[in-house]
Structure formats: structure tokens, C-alpha cells
């Protein structure tokens, strides 16, 4: 009987523990059902084509706006300039091409950010945890995002910190740095 009764107990709390996990607010991070599947180019990449697209691809349709949280930054890191272009959607919003308005500098870093509130269509936050690291991501901190805006960094009042770009972990989206041929 006590097993039996132990058993149900942790299963009550499993579930009761999924079931919270369902819930939209801004602290339950990767909760949700859409994911950041592929980043291209990938952070750490090298010999990257400087006349090629970004691609940013979700598991799931992404919300209106959330184009307004994906920078590209020259140098490595969110310090350095925002590099002007156009960011384009997918019919099914799974897929966002950054085009930059010129072909980027032969031999340069180059930074992708990727605002750690977005939100897919449903408004779930999009789940960074799972494959950003693994394509070379890193985690935008504190930190880096107080040094770009004492280092006069911040570009037509836009900080990077506000709710599209907070993950709920404390950090700031990710980073994806990448160097072109």
C-alpha cells in the first residue's frame, strides 16, 4: 500500500509539474512548443560567403514583430555597429532571412543576436536551450549588454533588454559570431 501510495503521489507531481510547465509567462523559459532550430550561418563558423543571406529558423510560426528582435552586430560580440538590411519572413513564419543592404567585409567577424523573449505565434517563448548552444551560441549577459551601452553602443535609444530580448534565465538572447572568407 505505501508504495502504491508513494507512486500516485509522484505521479500527481509529475503531472501537476507538466502542467505548469504549459504556462506563457516570461520566467518559464523553453516552455512551449517552438524551438530555435538552425542558425546560418552557425556561431563559430568561418569562411562564411560575405554576399550570403542570414537564416534563422523556428520549429513553429513566429509572431508578428519578432523580426524587431534579430540584429546583426560587425564585430564579435553586440558592441560593435548594427549592420543595416532586410529582414524577411517565410510564408509559414518558420524561416527569417536577414539580407544585409551591402555584402558584409571579407575576413570580418560578424555577431548574430537573437532576443531571448521572443515569442512564437501563440505567444509561447521560444525554447533557445536546446540547439542554440550546440550551433555555436552563446548566451548575451548582463554584462555584455551594460558595456554596449556605456560604450556609446546604443543605437536610436534601442537597449536590447527590454521584453523581447529578456530570457528568462537573466540573459539577453544569443549570440552567434561567425567570420567571413
Known amino acids: 500500500m505505501t508504495n502504491k501510495k508513494v507512486l500516485q503521489s509522484t505521479l500527481v507531481a509529475a ?4 502542467a505548469g510547465a504549459c504556462g506563457d509567462s516570461p520566467a518559464e523559459a523553453g516552455i512551449g512548443t517552438t524551438e530555435l532550430a538552425v542558425v546560418t550561418p552557425a556561431g563559430d563558423q568561418t ?3 560575405p554576399a550570403a543571406p542570414i537564416v534563422i ?4 510560426a513566429m509572431g508578428a514583430g519578432m523580426e524587431m528582435y534579430v540584429t546583426l552586430h560587425e564585430g564579435e560580440g553586440v558592441s560593435g555597429p548594427l549592420m543595416q538590411g532586410t529582414a524577411e519572413w517565410s510564408p509559414d513564419r518558420t524561416s527569417l532571412t ?5 555584402a558584409l567585409e571579407p575576413q570580418t567577424s560578424y555577431t548574430i543576436h537573437i532576443g531571448g523573449g521572443m515569442r512564437d505565434e501563440d505567444g509561447h517563448i521560444i525554447d533557445m536551450e536546446e540547439h542554440g548552444p550546440g550551433m555555436g551560441g552563446e548566451w548575451a ?3 555584455m549588454m ?10 536610436g535609444g534601442d537597449d536590447m533588454m527590454g521584453p523581447g530580448w529578456q530570457h528568462a534565465n537573466g ?6 559570431t561567425f567570420t567571413t572568407a
Open 146 to 155: 551594460e558595456d554596449r551601452m556605456m560604450g556609446g553602443g546604443m543605437m
Open 47 to 49: 569562411g562564411v560567403d
Open 141 to 143: 549577459t548582463r554584462q
Open 171 to 176: 540573459t539577453f538572447g544569443m549570440l552567434f
Open 15 to 18: 503531472a501537476l509539474a507538466a
Open 98 to 102: 536577414f539580407t544585409p543592404a551591402a
Open 57 to 60: 529558423e523556428f520549429s513553429h
